[in-house]
Nanobody, 116 residues
């Protein structure tokens, strides 16, 4: 089974930056859709950033201009660069990747806490 291991979460002050990483146990070259969800306490899970359809990037409006999704296929790793962080970005962040013929796999989640 494919494993996705997340890292990079932590505590940061408002205005700071973090970079989340999602390392896959095998090649992500053939992955046709991948990205990041987040879930804050008492709130619905939301798609933060996605990469699909020929590397098309999509972001939820609240993070546009601040977050950047990218990948490094040589390292089998997906990234989420988060700048100008706000307290409302506080959540558990989960990466996902859709592997052809096998389906969607999820990371274990990493906590991001932004203090004001």
């Amino acid at each position: 089974q494919v494993q996705l291991v997340e890292s990079g979460g932590g505590l940061v002050q408002a205005g700071g930056s973090l970079r989340l990483s999602c390392a896959a146990s095998e090649s992500i070259v053939s992955v046709n859709a991948q990205g990041w969800y987040r879930q804050a306490p008492g709130k619905q899970r939301e798609l933060v950033a996605g990469l699909s359809d020929g590397d098309r990037k999509n972001y939820v409006d609240s993070v546009k201009g601040r977050f950047t999704i990218s990948k490094d296929t040589a390292k089998n790793t997906l990234y989420l660069q988060m700048n100008s962080l706000k307290p409302e970005d506080t959540a558990v962040y989960y990466c996902y990747a859709n592997f052809p013929r096998r389906g969607v796999y999820w990371g274990q989640g990493t906590q991001v806490t932004v203090s004001s």
